[in-house]
């Protein structure tokens, strides 16, 4: 069994640019979720998705940046015309919701850098 | 925005010794849970209490919940060098709807255990 993975691990970009990042979430989890971490504070809720359909978005998600889940498996999360502001830890988690319970499994994150 | 504050910002002990830290928050909850990061990576699960739980204990950790208060704690008994981590509460919020998958981060508690 593999945990959540997230491609690439490191993104150093320049500003204007457009970025990608992929999530595999753990396999037969319904629901996918996108936190946003910068520098010394806890992550920050971007947006989720239950099977392919994306249920929450935060107002933190400007309109640069989009998620898609294809086929309620794998996601992207895609910035584009990156700012300096958007250097963060962009983290993926996944979850199987049932009962109440949602216990969220994270992977090891992308760390974007905006130059 | 950040719903927790954790408490204190960082804490430094000697191994063996037990370590404590509170967390707070502000709105009505289904359950609470505590994460643990290492640096630069991802989060890891370490418990969850539900709303009409007390208390929960996991090997050497306990948490407490007192939902009149809004508050809980960790406490880590006979630390370990290897315990040397950030460590965030996150809240899932009471009732359904879209939000019910969203967790809200504290901004974490820096432990810090010396050989």
């Known amino acids: 069994d593999t945990g959540v993975s997230q491609d690439p691990r490191h993104k150093i970009t320049k500003r204007g640019q457009n970025v990608t990042f992929r999530c595999d979430p753990i396999s037969e989890h319904n629901r996918l979720y996108w936190y946003r971490q910068t520098l010394g504070q806890g992550p920050e809720f971007l947006t989720y998705?239950?099977?392919?359909?994306?249920?929450?978005k935060s107002r933190l998600l400007s309109d640069r940046f989009s998620a898609e889940r294809p086929k309620g498996s794998f996601s992207t999360l895609e910035i584009q015309r990156t700012e300096q502001g958007d250097s963060a830890m962009y983290l993926c988690?996944?979850?199987?919701?049932?009962?109440?319970?949602?216990?969220?499994?994270f992977g090891p994150g992308t760390r974007l850098t905006v130059l | 925005s950040q719903q927790g504050e954790e408490d204190p910002q960082a804490l430094s002990i000697q191994e063996g010794e037990n370590a404590t830290m509170n967390c707070s928050y502000k709105t009505s909850i289904n359950n609470l849970q505590w994460y643990r990061q290492n640096s630069g990576r991802g989060l890891v699960h370490l418990i969850l209490?539900?709303?009409?739980?007390r208390e929960k204990h996991s090997g050497r950790l306990r948490v407490t919940l007192d939902t009149s208060k809004k508050s809980s704690s960790l406490l880590i008994t006979a630390s370990r060098a290897a315990d040397t981590a950030s460590y965030f509460c996150?809240?899932?919020?009471?009732?359904?709807?879209?939000?019910?998958?969203?967790?809200?981060f504290g901004q974490g508690t820096i432990l810090t255990v010396h050989p």
């Open positions: 998705f239950q099977n392919e359909a994306q249920l929450e």
């Open positions: 996150a809240t899932l919020p009471k009732g359904g709807g879209t939000s019910y998958g969203k967790l809200t």
């Open positions: 988690a996944s979850s199987f919701a049932a009962g109440g319970v949602d216990t969220q499994y």
């Open positions: 209490i539900r709303s009409n739980e």
